[in-house]
């Protein structure tokens, strides 16, 4: 290979990889595209070969039938409800305790911090059972606060807000002081508004989270009107079969939007919070 | 962070404020004590030892679900199914996430890294249970795309998911392109996190991009890989959602894990002491593996770069 220049070798070193890297991706990103061009489909095509990845027909019609057959503006609502009421007061639950942690001195203080951040460490599996009977004993079966209730403790968030919160100068906490503003005040009106970038990190974690949660509503959830979307879409595939997969898949791509929509939405922010998590220091 | 506290400490006068904290923590405490610390020492401590059906009242039975589990066939194939989940996973993400790191962080213009980026951690945000649908299609042996790629290329189709050892490693593959992002957010972080200075020097004294590797970025990177294998080892152990969403345990038992079990004798065959004692030796294997993966740390995790 005398006759390559080096330059010339470095070119098509980085041409193959080019290469092999578009191929990749286009394994990761596939299977989208199938589903998007199968679900345009006429459902009795949808299993014909070849397959599509780019659509060649628009059967707008499946997306209206995903809604028309299946109680799938239902799935969405309760989805969108959980998630949004689990974010909005996961968000105040974990800033408070970031806050605790990284502000106030108190009796008990590392083993509080030890114990709620084992909490990451304990499978779900293992917590089951128990957090069943007690949703039972509760009274809250079968409803949206099932699968509310269990999820407010987020230990990985309160882990970040706490960092975050640490690297606020405490200046502001004296001016605030000196303005006589209780620990309260302080928290509400200086450090949170000062914490956009963690609070971000937190609200897509446990958005996505919600909307993508399985486990949860299978435990909990059994009638249709309350189910959400991840256990709808299940619920919806098996007694459909292989016969007009299309219509599933309409189902399906509607599904993906949501958290797409949120990740791009807080993209910036994601980044920024997986540095903040200590692996950076 | 030690002179911030102590700085504070001397602003605030070292006064105690035991009374606002807790009051700041206890929704959090609460929920934590009733949804999660609660639960685990019902399971290990109690309900383990007993026989519950939700219908009858809970009946004490020592360790009678322990000797049914040891001598459990069902439980044997789901044990070495779990391990065999986290022998193929748990290097395939370690390594394919370093490799997908390592090529997106060369030098190459920003809109293409971007692209491969997103591409890579695309499916890690959206629902199992509707990527589950989309790929049990794929899996499809008659129909499905992987098996017309391959007799286009001539080659046989494969039983995805008609065979028991084809399903196990259907399902890897799947958990490999749904999570390998992850994994691999990670190291692309650590990656950046490696001074360009070093390996401006290193190549400055003329070393290969394969020693700047092994010399450099690797034993910089050691935490960011300790911290991908141990995540990975105990996400693995437990897995459920793509077993279930996939193949539900089958065909036959193939695809059945220990978290798998768990959930079908509790909730399937209302054997809930039974299923807390399976729970309980799951924890057991994470909670072994955690202490493992700690104490090893020290042999060859490199933190003296801070």
Redesign the interface.
Known sequence: MNFISAGAKKTILRIALGFIMILLCAIFLLPFFWAISTSLRLPKDSFNLPPQFFPTSFCIQNYEMVFSTFPFLKFILNSLLVAVVLTISQVIITTMAGYAFARLHFAGKNICFFLILSGIMIPISSIIIPQFMVVKSLGIMDSQLAIILPYLINPMGIFLVKQFMQTIPSSYDEAAIIDGAGKFRIYWNVILPMSVPALAVVVVMTFVGSWNNFFGPLIYISSWDKMTLPLGLNVLSSSLGNGDISVILAGVVIAFIPPILIYIFGQKYLLQGTTLSGLKS | ?NE?VT???K??S?????L???L??S???V??F???????F??IFF?DFSKYNIISPIKIVGIQNFARMFADPEMAVAFINTLKFVVILVPLHVFIALI?AL??T?K?STP?KY??RT??Y??T???????T??????F?YD?G?LN?LLNVLNLNSVPWLKSGSWALVSVAIFSV?KNVGNSF??YV??LQ?IPDTYIEAAQIDGASPLRIFFNIKLPLLS??VF?VLTINL?AC??I??EPF?ITNGGPGDSTQT??WQ??TQ??RNFN?GY??AI??F??II??VI?MIQFSLQNKWVNYDY?
Do not use: C
């Open positions: 962070m911030l700085k504070k400490k602003l605030f070292g006064k105690k404020e035991n606002t904290a807790y700041f923590l929704p959090a405490l929920t934590f009733v949804f999660i610390g609660g639960p685990i019902a399971t309900l997908l090529l997106v060369r190459i293409f692209f491969y591409s890579i695309f499916p945000i959206v629902t199992v249970s509707a990527v649908v989309v790929w049990t299609y794929l499809n129909f795309v017309y392109w957010i990670f972080i650590g996190n935490p960011t911290f105990i152990v437990q459920f959602d969403l220990i978290a768990i959930y509790a909730f809930m299923a807390s729970a309980t799951l924890f994470i909670a955690t801070e």
